[in-house]
């Protein structure tokens, strides 16, 4: 099968994982296509071949809003590319906003919006520094919360599930009063370190307070909040995470922590990288 444009291979013959206008346009790409096996690339590029194959289908709405993306496993054949590739790829997406992902069903496409894949927000040139900070504690946050999330899905009790609804709930009624949301997801993610049973996991979410959330100290995430769009997502992924641990299952609250973390790496990557390149740019026309 020759390689598309970003090096990835097309989608080949259509199996019944496909929404109806997926399966359509995977047929005619294995029609049009020859034989023979695509080049493989490694590592970050494989991830990006993907992102921008997928991403080109859903603006080409090839891919329609609402449709189901195939399985993982789907994902991994169909491009023949890991498991590991596939989530990177995923996350990148739903950071950009063109896929939301619900735990147990499965991943949909999104109503594709202007602005590029840094789309969620913007950041000036001020913030850059900032956010090389704040994607570190990204980093060790997506370690200490996944499992986190897992041990409070195993040991919570109905009082730290009453603690976390709470939070969940004065969080969604400050994003439509554009009131102060910092301190309920704060407290959401406390609520879920002090589930775990593990005092020390509450002792170094206490210590880290609430510096830990990016919007505290990136003003043009604290500027996009005022549309709620932003916090709607986050919003929705606090949910996901809720859900899981609620019903007891360890493996779902910590691939939600995961992703809900990491899609907040993304977004704020994405968006250094595009201040970045700006920059560079005014830079160079002085």
Do not use: C
Request: glycine share 8%; aromatic share 4%.
């Amino acid at each position: 099968m020759s390689s598309v444009s970003t090096g990835v291979p097309p989608l080949p013959e259509p199996t019944d994982a496909w929404p109806g206008a997926a399966r359509a346009a995977a047929a005619s790409a294995a029609a049009a296509a020859p034989s023979g096996p695509a080049p493989r690339r490694r590592g970050r590029n494989l991830a990006q071949g993907l992102v921008e194959d997928l991403g080109d289908k859903i603006r080409g709405q090839q891919l329609r809003p609402g449709d189901k993306l195939p399985t993982e496993s789907a994902i991994m054949q169909n491009y023949g590319v890991s498991r590991t590739v596939v989530r990177e790829a995923l996350s990148k997406l739903q950071a950009a906003g063109l896929v939301e992902t619900h735990h147990g069903i499965g991943t949909f496409v999104l109503q594709p919006r202007g602005g590029g894949m840094a789309g969620m927000f913007r950041l000036e040139a001020a913030d850059i520094a900032t956010t090389v900070d704040v994607l570190a504690v990204l980093e060790l946050r997506i370690s200490l919360e996944t499992e986190s999330a897992g041990l409070a899905a195993l040991r919570r009790t109905e009082e730290h599930l009453l603690g976390m609804r709470e939070a969940l709930d004065e969080f969604e009624r400050n994003v439509l009063a554009a009131g102060d949301t910092v301190s309920p997801d704060f407290r959401f993610h406390l609520q879920i370190a002090q589930a775990t049973g593990n005092p020390y996991f509450a002792d170094i979410m206490t210590h880290l307070g609430t510096t830990i959330i990016p919007r505290t100290r990136v003003n043009a995430i604290r500027n996009h909040n005022k549309g709620g769009e932003y916090l709607s997502r986050v919003n929705r992924e606090h949910e996901e995470i809720f859900a899981a641990i609620a019903r007891r299952d360890p493996d779902s609250a910590r691939a939600a922590m995961r992703i809900h973390l990491t899609n907040s790496r993304e977004r704020l990557r994405l968006a250094q990288e595009a201040a970045q390149r700006e920059e560079g740019g005014a830079a160079s026309a002085r």
